[in-house]
T-cell receptor, first 113, second 110 residues
Framework: DTEVTQTPKHLVMGMTNKKSLKCEQHMGHRAMYWYKQKAKKPPELMFV???????INESVPSRFSPECPNSSLLNLHLHALQPEDSALYLCASSQGGPNTEAFFGQGTRLTVV | KQEVTQIPAALSVPEGENLVLNCSFTDSAIYNLQWFRQDPGKGLTSLLL?????REQTSGRLNASLDKSSGRSTLYIAASQPGDSATYLC?????????FGKGTRLSVIA
């Protein structure tokens, strides 16, 4: 099983709303990632968690707040977003360590109105 | 900072052709390189992972090569099919994991 599950698949939120994206994997992977992908652009790294600790934050605005409650679950909390934050948000996981294969979920399509 | 370039940006071929997608990267200090496929509006599907110590990796009709010292990788697709139509992304991993190129958009015409 190489499945990474993201919910919801689609989300529309207002600029004053608070919402959360969820990502789950049951492969025993110890590294989890959030990427943001704008239309016709490549995915861009936002955060990396390694062994449930935040190891990389690519200078992401504080209106995006990641959380890793356990080794299987990764959340992205959203607050006071801007329309330009509309994008496909992708979650990935890997076994951990630099030589391991990463597996991606199907993404959450976020629209900020 | 790692920069990844993929050539061509788009490719349209008739069914049955063999084709080569190119990927180049500026920082050769990588641990591995992954090739992904992405269908419109969907997530990424991992196709192949090549470790930095390897030169080639094969899966079915796909063959990927890596020349780490020159910062190049190629993805070879044999006997292309309409179902291969998608965007193909390469992503080397070094100190920053999975830095993506802009991809090659492939259309295979029946």
């Amino acid at each position: 099983d190489t499945e990474v599950t993201q919910t919801p698949k689609h989300l529309v939120m207002g600029m004053t709303n608070k919402k959360s994206l969820k990502c789950e994997q049951h492969m025993g992977h110890r590294a989890m990632y959030w990427y943001k992908q704008k239309a016709k652009k490549p995915p861009e790294l936002m955060f990396v968690y390694s062994y449930e600790k935040l190891s990389i934050n690519e200078s992401v605005p504080s209106r995006f707040s990641p959380e890793c409650p356990n080794s299987s679950l990764l959340n992205l909390h959203l607050h006071a977003l801007q329309p330009e934050d509309s994008a496909l948000y992708l979650c990935a996981s890997s076994q951990g360590g630099p030589n391991t294969e990463a597996f991606f979920g199907q993404g959450t399509r976020l629209t900020v109105v | 900072k790692q920069e990844v370039t993929q050539i061509p940006a788009a490719l349209s071929v008739p069914e049955g052709e063999n084709l080569v997608l190119n990927c180049s990267f500026t920082d050769s200090a990588i641990y591995n390189l992954q090739w992904f496929r992405q269908d419109p509006g969907k997530g990424l599907t991992s196709l192949l992972l090549i470790q930095s110590s390897q030169r080639e990796q094969t899966s079915g009709r796909l063959n990927a090569s890596l020349d780490k010292s020159s910062g190049r990788s190629t993805l070879y697709i044999a006997a292309s099919q309409p179902g291969d139509s998608a965007t193909y992304l390469c992503a080397p991993s070094g100190n920053t994991p999975l830095v993506f190129g802009k991809g090659t958009r492939l259309s295979v015409i029946a």
